[in-house]
């Protein structure tokens, strides 16, 4: 397994924290490379591991400043950068539109990308037994992922849920109904922000309903999705999720670019006035979330209900919901 590493970089020596890089090739692909960002707290371990996910369009620093509180928490938090569906590849026109859609029914991106994941755990595990400063720090049997919108797809997949073929470009065999099981057996619970509901170019409804890991999903009132499709969409097909440690979150005016934070990061993401004010509410129940899945924490999960949510509302986020199952 060829490997071109970058080794630790720099540290942050404000927030007590290592920040470390590395650039690996992906096995499953000899054309295919993973870049992966590491965050992880100074000193103790082994720490869980949350690998993140980011959208179509982005990179590995496009959830920079949620990666880095996650790390003051106790977690070691890789950032993968899907290189089909990066920011690269969405500067390679001006038709940015046209590239987004292209992105997200590529058949061969919308597959590689949970092998992406899966690939980051074996890096983990590897670097766990070998890595000069990460030996000893990663925890491989204590695996959470979090993404957002094509990076919520992906944690979704990864945790058990089956892609569509209907909308596949080019297409794949037999053209329509659900796709490859990508469920990685290692993977305990995952976030998605700004999950899919039934549509193009993603889901059926049959997909939801081999969802094999506790998921909580957080969207917002403003938070469009593909082609068209409204807010309610998202949460709408909640409904379809099997029974399970299962959480949905509906924050009032949250928009789609909200569920991202590079702040701290060189490259910066599309401004918006109401991120912080959601930020606020997906950092505090996230880092609930992955406490109850994977540091055993079960009344951490207890506290992600609307009326615990409220004291964290602020500015144009004035209300949520949450709904369990």
Known sequence: MDRNREEPQSHDKARDRL??????????????????????????????????????GGDWDTHYAQAQHLASHGYAVLCLEHVGSNRSRMMQGLRFSKILAAMIHDSKEVFARPKDVS?????????????????????????????????????????????ALDWLTPRVDPGQGLGPDFHDSRMKCG??????????????????????????????TEDRQQNGLPPQNRWEAFDLWPKGSHQFICITNGKHIDFTDSTGAKRKAMPSQTRKDVQTIVRAATLLFFDAHLKNNPGSAGQITADALKPYLSGVVNNLEVFSK
């Not at 979090?146 to 945790?159: D, I, R």
């Open 19 to 56: 920040f470390a890089k590395h650039r690996n090739q992906n096995a499953t692909d000899a054309n295919r490379k993973v870049p992966i960002k590491v965050h992880i707290p100074k000193s103790g371990g082994p720490f869980p591991v949350i690998l993140v996910s980011h959208g179509a």
């Open 191 to 220: 976030v998605a922000l700004s999950p899919q509901g039934v549509g193009e170019p993603f889901f059926i409804q049959a997909s939801f309903g081999s969802l094999q890991v506790p998921l909580l999903g957080i969207t917002g």
């Open 119 to 163: 690939f980051g755990m074996d890096c983990a595990g590897e670097w766990n037994r070998t890595h000069e400063i990460l030996r000893g720090k990663l925890d491989p049997t204590k695996f959470g992922v979090m993404g957002h919108s094509f990076g919520a797809f992906t944690t979704m997949v990864v945790g058990g849920m089956r892609p």
